[in-house]
């Protein structure tokens, strides 16, 4: 799946986990969020980069990933990114994978 932002915004990727339908259990899960410049690039030198592991509910496999405006902002141009999971018996599987693209904005004051 293929995103695209406008850098500098708040952004959060909502993801609900089923298995045939029905909404799988998550409590325990770690899910990882990972964005490169290019998929070669180590994790340490990913641009975005988190583990979520307190999730807005996990008995029907409901989760958040949040992404900062402070994260995006200095990025521009296309990213590659994926979701991945590790449940609580260590088994680790990719759900998503994909670009993602931060377009220049034009505003770039910040009112209060």
């Known amino acids: 799946m293929n995103f695209e932002f406008v850098r500098g915004d708040d952004q959060i990727l909502a993801l609900a986990f089923t298995l045939d339908g029905v909404p799988k259990d998550i409590t325990g899960w770690t899910i990882f969020f990972t964005v490169k410049k290019k998929v070669e690039d180590d994790d340490a ?8 592991t307190t999730h807005t509910d996990p008995m029907n496999g409901k ?3 949040p992404i900062l405006d ?4 200095p990025l521009d141009g296309v990213y590659f990114y ?3 999971y590790k449940d609580t018996l260590g088994i680790i599987k990719t ?5 993602m693209s ?3 904005d034009v505003t770039r004051r910040i009112t209060a």
């Open 82 to 84: 994926d979701v991945q």
């Open 102 to 104: 931060f377009l220049k």
């Open 45 to 52: 030198d990913a641009v975005i980069k988190k583990e979520i």
């Open 95 to 99: 759900v998503m994978l994909g670009t």
């Open 70 to 73: 402070t994260e995006t902002d």
């Open 63 to 65: 989760t958040e990933i």
